[in-house]
């Protein structure tokens, strides 16, 4: 009977225990590694790519076993009551701090689907009538001379294309025929703009347009009104810019109360 009773005891005490062993992954020279401290660090790693695996558990169970050794090693050296450390110390903890701070306001400040989609409509009104874009061929040459030459011969039916292949220097469109696929007129120098926007559908330049790249002869095949990105496109770059306003009125309105002297 007593030796039944022993072991009841035993087994009572063994079970008290292992909810707080669970919460350690090691002990060092006496001083427990919270489960919590390799949680928080495999978190960390896993949000810079790596998996959460077995093997990842175990080296960060290593990691911080050795960490503990070098810690203990540091107290028993007096290095934490260094000034220099001390001060080191501080600034991480503050980092730490904020940050979390940080993340706990932008969690519960969040902007609604409804409020991005108000912002969103306000930034399409706030916009107007969309540009245009417009889709160009241009013929790049040194000389303006040579220029007329070849506004003479696509006069007299020559293909605007085959001579551009031909004496284009502009080595992106050259090869394509003078080509430059659609875009903003405001994406190029303001003499070629300027002249681009002055053309009619189908029409060409009818005398060499000069730039600081040389001679253009410039053809306009059409143009497109530009339609606003849709919503679900850009629905997450607004509600992190709208994140962010809030931030920072968050901030400022504490500074604003804050006594600083």
């Given at each position: ?92 903890q503050q980092t730490v701090v904020l940050r979390a701070l940080i993340e706990d306001f932008v969690k519960k400040n969040a902007p609604t689907d409804a409020e991005v989609k108000a912002r969103y409509d306000e930034l ?138």
């Amino acid at each position: 009977m007593t030796l039944k009773k022993t072991r009841s005891w035993v087994l009572l005490a063994a079970f008290a225990a292992a909810p707080a062993f669970a919460q350690n992954i090691a002990v060092v020279n006496g001083t427990p590694i919270p489960k919590a401290r390799a949680d928080a660090l495999i978190e960390q790693l896993v949000h810079q790519g790596q998996q959460d695996t077995p093997q990842l558990q175990m080296a960060v169970r290593e990691e911080l076993v050795n960490r503990e050794i070098l810690m203990q090693e540091a107290a028993r050296r007096g290095i934490p009551n260094h000034p220099d450390v001390k001060a080191q110390i501080a600034v991480a903890q503050q980092t730490v701090v904020l940050r979390a701070l940080i993340e706990d306001f932008v969690k519960k400040n969040a902007p609604t689907d409804a409020e991005v989609k108000a912002r969103y409509d306000e930034l399409i009104k706030g916009a107007g009538p969309g540009g245009k874009e417009y889709h160009l061929h241009h013929i790049l040459v040194e000389d303006e001379q040579q220029a007329k030459d070849l506004i003479a011969k696509i006069k007299a039916g020559a293909s605007f294309e085959d001579l551009a292949k031909q004496y284009s220097k502009d080595p992106g469109s050259g090869k394509n025929g003078g080509d430059l696929d659609w875009s903003d007129p405001k994406a190029y120098v303001p003499e070629f703009a300027d002249a681009a926007t002055k053309l009619q559908k189908g029409q060409m330049t009818d005398t060499p347009v000069h730039t600081q790249f040389g001679w253009h002869i410039i053809r306009l095949d059409d143009t497109r009104a530009v339609a606003p990105p849709p919503f679900d496109q850009v629905k997450a770059q607004i509600a992190q810019q709208m994140q962010q306003e809030k931030l920072q009125a968050f901030e400022e309105g504490l500074r604003k109360n804050a006594k600083i002297q």
